[in-house]
């Protein structure tokens, strides 16, 4: 028992802090004056965009013989792969549908950097076809890109339709175009809540909800069954054995039993949600905290009686994948934020319910151990009177201690 003295702390410690400090998704700060070939091109406003670490800089002023808009803008963004592409584009028709959005989308190709229009369809989104090149609904007066490194900007001037000032938005990012064909990006929560409404003429910003209900209940139903409930089992079984003699075991089982029920519930779910290549650490992680916890609640099966001589190999186990499998959840689930990208307080309020566990693991680890040397001292002055008493001829109480022993031992 000693050996996983204060084991679960460090586990739930190291993976807090691996949590904790990997550094939020780099922080962008807009610029109203980027270098263009040589000059340096200024804009009245620019805001950080939400999502992909973008930026977007623009001048909005009304033509002065009518209600027509012209919009200069400069996108900025980091490219996800050299040969990968970014894009951003205007959707008249919807807000937070990528269907319509009149994209502008560069990269390099063997001819040198791009920036080429590409209408975005319902045929082409539900077939995962690549973009081709195609006429777009809003007027590109001039367009141009600067590339360096993976670092890239759109630059663009626009004719917006009359009396539009609030624009919707939509820009993304993806590995690869094969013949000034970009394919599709990923789809993880940062690559589909990449769309904003912006008043070009305010600058007030206005980020549509996402519909992310699928990815909510993944979060929700992982995060109670592997990562809040399992921790909490095993609490039950190493310090409530101490203070009952069999209810312990029964809550250990009850809730590691609910605790299992819920993760595979959202395990499921993520199957279902497919995911793509940026989600692969994820994905085998999941699945293999899902093996490991079938093979933990197979080996039950295989438990030897409490007085066996296997039993303490079994215990050891039993122990070991515990703590394992509960590891591997919380750096899960941290890896499940980063992807879904869900509000900060989310995470935080994860953070601070794994931090209160560990306290309360820690206030118990030392009650258990006072308990622990307690005991001993006074099982020691009892083996004192006992062997008095035996040399008087007066028999020891036989049960005594040995039966919370047995139990302690289930
Ligand atoms: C290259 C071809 C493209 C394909 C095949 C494609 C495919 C898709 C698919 C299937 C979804 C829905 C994913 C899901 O809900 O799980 C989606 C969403 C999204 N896409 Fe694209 N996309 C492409 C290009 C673009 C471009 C160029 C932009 C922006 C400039 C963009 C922006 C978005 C955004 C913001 C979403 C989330 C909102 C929504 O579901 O419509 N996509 N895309
Ligand atoms: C870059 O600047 C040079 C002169 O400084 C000019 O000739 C060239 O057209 C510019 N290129 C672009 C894409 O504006
Ligand atoms: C408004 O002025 C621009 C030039 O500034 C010109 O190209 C355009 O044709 C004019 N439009 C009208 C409706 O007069
Ligand atoms: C490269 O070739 C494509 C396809 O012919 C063309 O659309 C594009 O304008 C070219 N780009 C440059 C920078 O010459
Ligand atoms: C734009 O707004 C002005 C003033 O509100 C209005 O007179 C004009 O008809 C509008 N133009 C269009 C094309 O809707
Ligand atoms: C946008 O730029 C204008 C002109 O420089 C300024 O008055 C306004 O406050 C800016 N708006 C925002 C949201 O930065």
């Known amino acids: ?61 009304e033509e002065s013989n009518s209600s027509v ?8 963004t980091t490219l996800l792969s050299t040969g990968g592409w970014a894009g951003w584009g205007i959707n008249l028709v919807s807000a937070n549908d990528m269907i319509g959005t009149n994209a502008l989308i560069a990269f390099d190709a ?16 539900s ?43 939509f820009w993304n990012r993806g590995t690869r175009v094969t013949n000034f064909q970009p394919e599709t990006h990923p789809t993880s929560g940062a690559y589909l809540s990449s769309f904003s ?9 206005s980020e549509g909800t996402v519909d992310n209900s699928d990815q909510n209940t993944h ?15 095993v609490l039950t079984a190493r310090y409530l054995r101490q203070f009952t003699s069999s209810v312990w075991f029964y809550m250990h089982v009850s809730i590691q039993l609910a605790a299992f029920i819920i993760g595979v519930a959202g395990f499921s779910t993520g199957l279902k949600m497919g995911g793509d290549s ?46 394992i499998i509960i590891t591997l959840v919380i750096v899960n689930i941290f890896e499940g934020f980063e992807l879904l990208q869900p509000d900060k307080k989310y995470r935080n309020a994860y953070i601070g319910v794994i931090c209160a566990l560990a306290a309360v693991a820690l206030v ?14 006074k099982n020691s002055k009892r083996l004192e009177s006992d062997l008095k008493a035996i040399n008087g001829h007066r028999t020891a109480d036989p049960k005594g201690a040995s039966h919370d022993g047995q139990f302690s031992s289930l």
Request: hydrophobic fraction near 45%; proline fraction near 4%; charge should be positive.
């Open 278 to 323: 940026s989600a692969s650490k994820h994905r085998s992680l999941g699945i293999t905290i899902f093996t490991l916890a079938v093979l933990q609640i197979t080996a039950l099966g295989l438990r030897p009686k409490p007085d066996h001589k296997l039993r303490r190999y079994w215990n050891v186990y039993h122990h070991g994948f515990g703590y």
């Open 1 to 61: 028992m000693g050996c996983f003295s204060f084991s679960l702390l460090i586990v739930v410690a190291i993976a807090v802090f691996t949590g904790s400090f990997r550094p939020a998704s780099a922080q962008t700060s807009c610029p109203v004056s980027v270098g263009f070939n040589g000059t340096e091109k200024s804009f009245a406003n620019c805001t950080d965009l939400r999502s992909q670490a973008s930026t977007l800089s623009w001048s909005f002023k």
């Open 364 to 377: 118990l680890e030392l009650a258990t151990w006072a308990l622990w040397l307690r005991k001993r001292s």
């Open 69 to 76: 808009g012209i919009l200069d803008v400069a996108f900025r």
């Open 219 to 233: 979060g929700i139903l992982n995060v109670v069954g592997w990562g809040l409930l399992l921790p909490l089992g």
């Open 110 to 125: 063997a001819n040198g950097s791009n920036v080429l229009l590409y209408k975005v369809t319902a045929a082409q989104k």
């Open 127 to 169: 077939s995962l076809a690549p973009l081709v090149c195609s006429p777009i609904d809003i007027t590109v007066l001039s367009k141009s890109v600067q590339i360096v490194d993976l670092s890239i900007t759109i630059f663009s001037t626009i004719r917006l339709p009359p009396n539009l000032t609030v624009i919707h938005q």
């Open 197 to 205: 409404s912006i008043d070009v003429s305010s600058g007030a910003v």
